[in-house]
């Protein structure tokens, strides 16, 4: 069973950096394509960003596009997403999740997903 396991969120004001962490089980890593999602209350989950297995190739959501960065060091198990300027709509509980092959912005392709961890941000 693959455990992935978030980490680095919390209450920040409007403006501020956070960086959030996803660290996985698996022995096999680099062998899965990784992604953030997120969630507000009362919305769908939603794609923020995804990261190919080596890290050559990465996707973000307009919304966070420019502002948000997602990276991994597959020798650490771990993928990473740097958000700056946060803004209060970026509210949610962020989630990371992966799937054996390329990445996608779908929640339903992706295999296993983390307890996710609370973002809040003030105005």
């Known amino acids: 069973q693959v455990q992935l396991v978030e980490s680095g969120g919390g209450l920040v004001q409007a403006g501020d950096s956070l960086r959030l962490s996803c660290a996985a089980s698996?022995?096999?890593?680099?062998?899965?394509?990784m992604a953030w999602f997120r969630q507000a209350p009362g919305k769908e989950r939603e794609f923020v960003a995804s990261?190919?297995?080596?890290?050559?190739?990465?996707y973000y959501a307009d919304s966070v596009k420019g502002r948000f960065t997602i990276s991994r060091d597959n020798a650490k198990n771990t993928v990473y997403l740097q958000m700056n300027s946060l803004k209060p709509e970026d509210t949610a509980v962020y989630y990371c999740?992966?799937?054996?092959?390329?990445?996608?912005?779908?929640?339903?392709?992706?295999?296993?997903w983390g307890q996710g961890t609370q973002v809040t941000v003030s105005s």
């Open positions: 999740a992966d799937r054996g092959g390329s990445t996608s912005y779908y929640a339903h392709e992706y295999d296993y």
């Open positions: 698996e022995r096999t890593f680099g062998s899965y394509s």
């Open positions: 990261i190919s297995r080596r890290g050559g190739s990465r």
